[in-house]
């Protein structure tokens, strides 16, 4: 039921995202709220926060904290005749699937409704069921091939999959790199394995012969895959949407091994931790990735700047690349005029218009991957290591 102006100011207590209380104790907050008590909302957000994937949960929990901040700092969210102060609330899912499910249950249990997050095929694969169930919306950044479905209205992208930008950035590194036989590693599970079949179809509508190998996510012998790599006798391998921490690994034994081929990641972006972790971009030598943003313009670093204000480091270009995302949501909350119903604030979202202060204008996609127009794509970029060396990045735009 949508809330009127007038009751929806209280409402705002769940404001941000996800109403700190709507469920039966958290009801009374809000009624509270709505005779002039204080108005806190916290923001559900969730991921892995630990690990090898730890860099993609700390981003969007991160997305979240910054989104927060902005908000506070301007005085609050509107919503209706009452402003909101935001406050976030993350969940450690292990980037698992269980994970997922225990977050969507531990947000139920506090009357938390809107969400950013999860990450990871995985983790939406997990949550999508009990969210659905429980009228919970979902800014979510997962990539594999059910990440959206038409029976899940309430579930969003915060960022296109390799779908929409891997064939582009593939076409502009064969400008640069001569690679003639890819192989593509990622996990064995579902996070690992959509992302690295969207990839291997990329490859091959662009003319190329390619090879899938996988591996047991938790794996800390690297040394069989690296054979395996190997003796498909590729030029260029692609880590997909392995985490940072085993992309690097792979990296560093492949080099040892004698491996003088380029790399790329094509699922998802860690450059940084991967060359960190491989041992330096000498190490990565000839590298390509997708890049949400370029931490090099001016609008990235002022708002770099004011995460770092708060926060005491650096955002990450994940973490300013869902941005756009996290303000998306936050607007269509003010315009429904509701903290609690779901789908007045989906409605909402749908008809933004994708205008970000930071990022420029974004398009509504994913009608022709998933049936469902409600992935948020804005320019990305192709990103390149040459010779050990990080070059300028390309902007490249959604079509």
Request: hydrophobic content about 40%; aromatic content about 8%.
């Amino acid at each position: 039921m949508r809330v009127p102006r007038a009751t929806a100011a209280a409402v705002a207590a769940c404001l941000a995202l996800a109403v700190t209380g709507c469920g039966a104790d958290k009801i009374e907050t809000a009624a509270a709220a709505e005779e002039g008590g204080p108005c806190v909302v916290e923001i559900g957000t969730l991921g892995p926060l630990s690990g090898p994937a730890a860099d993609f949960g700390l981003s969007m929990k991160g997305t979240a904290d910054l989104a927060a901040y902005e908000v506070n700092q301007a005085g609050g969210l509107r919503v209706g005749d009452r402003t909101c102060t935001v406050t976030v609330h993350p969940y450690d899912t292990g980037y698992t699937s269980a994970g997922a499910a225990n977050a969507a249950g531990d947000f139920v249990s506090q009357g938390i409704r809107f969400v950013i997050g999860p990450l990871g095929a995985t983790e939406v694969t997990g949550m999508k069921p009990l969210a659905g169930r429980n009228d919970m919306l979902l800014v979510a950044n997962g990539f594999g091939r059910d990440a959206l479905e038409p029976k899940y209205p309430l579930v969003f992208h915060v960022a296109p999959g390799p779908s929409v930008w891997a064939g582009p950035i593939i076409a502009e590194a064969r400008k640069r790199f001569d690679f003639q036989k890819v192989t593509v590693v990622a996990t064995n599970d579902q996070s690992g394995s959509d992302i690295a079949d969207v990839n291997a179809i990329r490859f091959r509508e662009a003319g190329l012969p390619v090879t899938q190998e996988s591996y047991q996510r938790g794996t800390q012998d690297f040394a069989p895959l690296v054979s395996r790599i190997l003796s498909t006798s590729p030029d260029l391998v692609d880590v997909a949407s392995s985490p940072a921490g085993d992309a690097g690994t792979m990296i560093k034994q492949l080099r040892q091994a004698g491996y003088q081929g380029a790399f790329c990641r094509l699922g998802g972006e860690s450059t940084a931790e991967i060359a960190r972790v491989a041992g330096g971009y000498e190490v990565l030598g000839n590298f390509f990735f997708y890049s949400m943003v370029d931490l090099d313009d001016p609008a990235m670093k002022e708002l770099s700047a004011r995460y770092e204000q708060f926060a005491g480091r650096e955002a990450t270009s994940l973490t300013l690349g869902w941005m756009p995302g996290a303000r998306a949501l936050l607007r269509a909350i003010s315009a429904a005029g509701t903290t609690t119903d779901t789908k007045a604030v989906a409605e909402e979202l749908r008809a933004d218009p994708l205008d970000d202060a930071s990022l420029g204008h974004g398009v509504w996609t994913g009608k022709e991957e998933f049936g469902v127009q409600q992935e948020m794509s804005f320019p990305f970029y192709a990103g390149f290591v040459q010779d050990g060396q990080m070059q300028p990045l390309v902007r490249l735009e959604v079509s």
